[in-house]
């Protein structure tokens, strides 16, 4: 049996996992890997392989059938897919942000070409969610997909809420065990959900946003006490990506969220993933798994290498694996035309009146308490007071903030969160 | 484009729900249904559709590309999907009972006859669990498949649980409420999970086995001091399939099990299904959906219509679906050579020396004890003991608790339940 011959871009620990799986394998031989540092030691057998810093020499290797794309970043990446297409490669990336931000233009590219382009490890892991979207639940038109899709924020929530860290601590903790970054900007500010579930919405609903103007919200503001009170009103706070289509307009985000406790998606501990996801006839389905780490991404991008080399032995098959991203007429709405029930917790000072002022405020804008409490008065006179409203739209929510915050009796607003249902 | 001609055997639920999902899709035509009682009123639109009561004429039409089976039982359904098969029609089923027994015969068939036949509705309803064992996560070998599979039971010990009603209490609840049928021998017995286990079974490890043959226990010994007891220790009773490779041999089961609370599996309530995999790469996944019911069911029915209508379009693609689950030099282990810790309640006189007599035929089969109680001592002296081994081996336990059901002081041995780990 003549071998497939695959190039890997990037050998950090994804593909040294994908080298590691794939060398049993008599179906496939690794013929490059292409790296920044080719004198670098690696924890894999390279012998037999050709090592380069130049991605192009693979790409431009005529015998070379599948290229394996496992570094990060768009550049030079954008670029190289799109040559690499050309030259009529099949495509497997882990590259979220090149989907998220490129998808459309990629898949027509490989429409041409009548090449594949897969990325189930872009998003969650080893957890097979894309598979499940494009054909395991093709009956089904979708209302929503929600999901826990960072495990680092996972992580760090779980920690706060387990050992009543603040969130500084926690992510210390999650830096040192290697689930943080030394830069967390990706994951604590959203950028890495923003970008996963613009991936997932593109699946479900047949089109890609720009993910750069998906609503993002981290989780850097969150407080050992917001966890507490959350728990007290009956909810634990998820980092979620949410992606709904209302009519012609999707409205996705990345957010922390409050999640009632009896919810399947609060029951989601420490680096693991979930997706939640409504379908028109399976009703809802929920997909649970380690989002990251070596061999659960690796066993994503073997699992789409695996597949193509079923493609590669019939004649046109790529257009089985082509997805569907570019067919649907939606666009991204405002966020100020969603609704939800918010969690606030405000700073505020001890003197009568406060209360009051706070109701006024929510009940000039139409938005109605549903629980407040008031914490501990400090030394300084200040009080906190965290409150759950009803459902109300966020347009009216920001206005009653606006007016909260420019009373004399507010120090400071500290939080606001969705509830999520 | 020419419309696919379907033929649908059996209108019940499912049935009817899959003519509902089909009707607006230009893709197909529902040909023909065949039905028991051809002049019985539907709750769908038949009046383009031919309705027999010989499933035989829409098998023999040429025209029908795809024999979609949503009856129940292997009369007369094993002859007549044997039957399609040699005409050349695809094959979709719901129907565990003949897959589980005669699957390795039905897919040879199918390959000799270069069609395919899809089976995702025969497990877990609309839950991607058949696709995502065959194709989502093709990189890893399996150690392991647990699964809460039978929504009957799951919703009768969740019952049991939160209203601390008896287990004939909420079987009467759940047949009025639809979820148990008249006769609920298959569900409460454990048929239903044994049939589903070894079809996962077989696509994890390669190999079906004789359900008949797989160990099951039913659910009709539990009762309301089962579940308060089990939950003081720290678990929640599940009705669990299991099935696990041990070198060349299947270890296969049917049996509710005690899962610890913090295990993804324990919070899977009411009629909900649940699979947990655990693969060599991915580590540990689970799904989570609805098991049944009518548009979850008719939504794996169709995704499996839609994937066939895709291999339609493209020569030889039939292989692409065909399941390998004869490969295998595996047969299916004895339950006595597992291990597993056991809970175990018995009824006893409360005479001085009954625990010492107990802990003496433990320590003589090497049974160590973990936890024990003593619950109320009824009028006729009577008292109930509960306790928890470590991990034992079967033939261990069972020869400990012949020596204690023969022991003066023991008047019965209420149940043995195995812990999950």
């Known amino acids: 049996m003549a071998k497939i011959n695959i190039g890997i871009i990037g050998l950090g620990t994804v593909g040294t996992g994908v080298v590691k799986l794939l060398a049993p394998d008599p ?8 790296v920044r540092d080719t004198t670098k030691e690696r924890d894999v057998d390279l012998s037999n392989i050709r ?24 550049d030079p990446f954008y670029e190289l897919t799109k040559h690499a297409i050309e030259q009529g490669k099949h495509i497997v990336t882990a590259n979220k942000e090149l989907i998220s931000k490129h998808g459309t233009e990629i898949f027509e590219l490989a ?7 897969m990325f189930e490890a872009a998003v969650g892991g080893g957890i097979p969610l894309i598979s499940t979207l494009q054909r395991g ?37 999650a830096q040192a ?59 634990r706070i998820k980092m979620i990506g949410l992606a709904r289509r209302n009519g012609n307009q999707l409205d996705i985000r990345a957010h922390p969220m409050l999640v009632p406790l009896h919810h399947l998606l609060a029951s989601v501990e ?52 082509q997805p569907a991203v570019a067919s649907q007429n939606l666009q991204l709405g405002s966020i100020e035309d969603s609704e939800a029930a918010f969690y606030i917790r405000l700073e505020t000072q001890d003197t009568p009146g406060v209360i009051g002022n706070l109701g006024h405020a929510l009940g000039a804008h139409s938005v109605s308490l549903h629980s407040l409490v008031q914490r501990g008065i400090k030394e300084d006179g200040s009080a906190t007071i965290i409150f ?34």
């Open 177 to 235: 065990l290697g689930y943080a970054e030394a830069d967390p900007t990706n994951d604590v500010k959203g950028f890495d959900v923003a970008y996963k579930i613009n991936i997932l919405s593109s699946l479900a609903f047949g089109r890609f946003v720009d993910p750069l103007a998906v609503y993002r919200q981290g989780i850097t503001g969150i407080t050992d006490t917001d966890i507490k009170t959350a728990k007290e009103f009956g909810f």
């Open 137 to 173: 639940l093709q009956a089904n038109t979708f209302s929503s997909i929600a999901g826990i899709l960072n495990g680092t924020t996972n992580f760090i929530l779980t920690q706060m809420e387990e050992k009543g860290q603040s969130f500084q601590d926690a992510l210390a903790d």
């Open 270 to 321: 420490g680096a693991n993933n979930a997706i939640f996801i409504s379908g028109s006839a399976v009703g809802d389905v929920m997909l649970v798994g380690q989002g990251a780490g070596q061999m659960p991404t690796a066993s994503a991008v073997v699992g789409d290498i695996i597949n193509i080399a079923s493609a590669l032995k019939l004649p046109d098959f790529a257009p089985y694996f």
């Open 27 to 34: 179906q496939f031989k690794v013929k490059w890997v292409a």
């Open 51 to 74: 090592v380069t810093n130049n991605p192009f020499d693979m790409v431009n290797d005529p015998e070379v059938e599948i290229v394996v794309e496992v570094a990060g970043g768009t």
């Open 111 to 117: 429409k041409k070409h009548n090449v594949t382009v």
């Open 388 to 421: 759950l409203t009803h459902k109300a739209s966020e347009r009216s929510v920001s206005r009653a903030l606006k007016e909260i915050e420019a009373q004399a009796t507010t120090r400071q607003i500290g939080i606001a969160l969705r509830v999520f249902e």
